[in-house]
C-alpha cells in the first residue's frame, strides 16, 4: 500500500483514513472490530476519532469510539501497525470548546486511558476556541509532546486566517505548530478548502485529511429526490443539496462511475484523494461491504478527462 507523508513530523499514512465517529454509535464494537480488523488487512493504518465521538447519543457521555478502538488495539496488539488520530476540545459536559491549557492536559489523559495507549500519534485542536490563546494552547501541546504522551499536534475547521494565526504564534513564541489540518472538503463543498486554505497548506507543508467526503451521504447517489430523504437519518441535512448544481454533480458522478464500473461514492472518494494538497481523505463505514467499496476507491485511479467532467459539473 502507498503510503504518503502526513506533514512533516515523520508520520506517514496510507490515503485512505478509517473515520472512527461510528464506533460505539451506528457500529457496535463486533461491527467495529471487524471493520478495524479488514482496514488493516487491507493495508491502511490510519484511524481517526475524537473524544466527543459519541456523545451526541442519548445516553453517552462521549469517549465510546475511543474505547472501543482502545479495547481493539489491545486485543489485537496492533498498536505498531496502526496511526492513532484523536481530537480535544468538544464540550464534554463543560459547556463550551475548550483548548485551555487546564482543559487539555485533562482530556488527554482521559483519552490515552480509553485508548489504552501511552502515546497519541497525532492530537488535534478539535474547534477553535475564541476564549483560548494560541499561545496558551500550544504551549499545553509542547508540554505533552515533551512528556512523550502525543506525537503530532493539528487542527480541524481553522479557516486560513485562523491557521495563519496560529503558525505565527508558533514562529514568534518557538512553540510547536499545527502539522495537520482537517478540514471539511467533497465534490460539492469546495470553498472551505480550495484557495487560501489549500494554498496555506501547500505552502507550509501541512497534512490535510478531510472530512465529509460523501457531502453527508449525498455523493453516494442514493438521495435523488426529497422523497429519498426518508432513507437515512441524515436526510434533513442532505435535502440542501438537492438543487441544479447537486443534480449536475451526481449526473457527472454516474458517467464516470459507469466508465469505471464503480460506485458513485467510491469515484467521489478517489477525486478526493487525487486533489492537489490532500493527504488523505477520512471515511466511515458501518458493514463490511461499505468498507470493500472504500478500498475500492482507494484504488481507483482518475483519468483527467475524469477529472475535467467531475470538476466542471460541481463548478
Known amino acids: ?16 483514513v478509517l473515520g472512527g465517529n461510528v464506533f460505539g454509535w451506528t457500529a457496535d464494537k463486533r461491527t467495529s472490530f471487524d471493520l478495524l480488523d479488514r482496514f488493516v488487512d487491507a493495508g491502511f493504518n490510519a484511524i481517526d476519532t475524537a473524544d466527543g465521538y459519541s456523545r451526541w447519543v442519548p445516553g453517552h457521555e462521549g469517549g465510546e469510539s475511543e474505547t472501543i478502538i482502545g479495547e481493539w488495539v489491545k486485543s489485537r ?5 496502526v496511526v492513532i488520530i484523536t481530537k480535544v476540545g468538544s464540550d464534554m459536559g463543560q459547556g463550551k470548546k475548550d483548548l485551555s491549557a487546564a482543559y ?30 494560541y499561545e496558551e494552547t500550544l ?5 505533552l ?22 503558525i505565527d504564534v508558533s514562529e514568534t513564541k518557538d512553540l510547536p505548530r499545527y502539522n495537520v489540518l482537517q478540514p471539511g472538503y467533497n465534490l460539492y463543498d469546495r470553498s472551505e478548502f480550495e484557495g487560501k486554505l489549500r494554498d496555506l497548506c501547500i505552502s507550509e507543508n501541512i497534512g490535510v485529511i478531510t472530512y465529509f467526503g460523501l457531502a453527508k451521504g449525498f455523493l453516494s447517489g442514493k438521495y435523488r429526490s426529497e422523497a429519498d430523504l426518508g432513507k437515512s437519518q441524515r436526510g434533513d441535512g442532505i435535502k440542501q443539496y438537492l438543487n441544479p448544481r ?3 454533480i451526481l449526473a ?11 460506485r458513485p461514492a467510491e469515484v467521489a472518494i478517489a477525486w478526493i484523494i487525487q486533489r492537489k494538497g490532500v493527504t488523505a481523505p477520512i471515511a466511515s463505514a458501518t458493514s463490511l461491504e461499505q468498507l470493500e467499496s472504500l478500498i475500492r476507491a482507494a484504488a481507483l485511479k482518475l ?6 467532467e467531475l470538476d466542471q459539473a460541481s463548478a
Open 1 to 16: 500500500m502507498e503510503k504518503r507523508r502526513l506533514g512533516r513530523k515523520g508520520l506517514s499514512i496510507a490515503p485512505l
Open 252 to 262: 457527472a458522478l454516474d458517467k464516470v462511475s459507469a466508465k469505471h464500473n464503480a
Open 303 to 308: 483519468d483527467s478527462n475524469d477529472v475535467a
Open 246 to 248: 447537486g443534480h449536475r
Open 145 to 166: 509532546l515533551r512528556e512523550g504522551k502525543i506525537k503530532s499536534i493539528g487542527a480541524s475547521n481553522l479557516d486560513a486566517d485562523q491557521l495563519r494565526a496560529a
Open 104 to 133: 487539555i492536559a485533562k482530556a488527554v489523559e482521559a483519552s490515552l486511558k480509553r485508548l489504552q495507549i501511552d502515546a497519541i500519534d497525532l492530537y488535534l485542536s478539535h474547534w477553535p476556541d475564541p476564549d483560548t490563546p
Open 139 to 143: 504551549g499545553a501541546y509542547q508540554k
Open 77 to 81: 496488539n496492533a498498536r505498531d501497525k
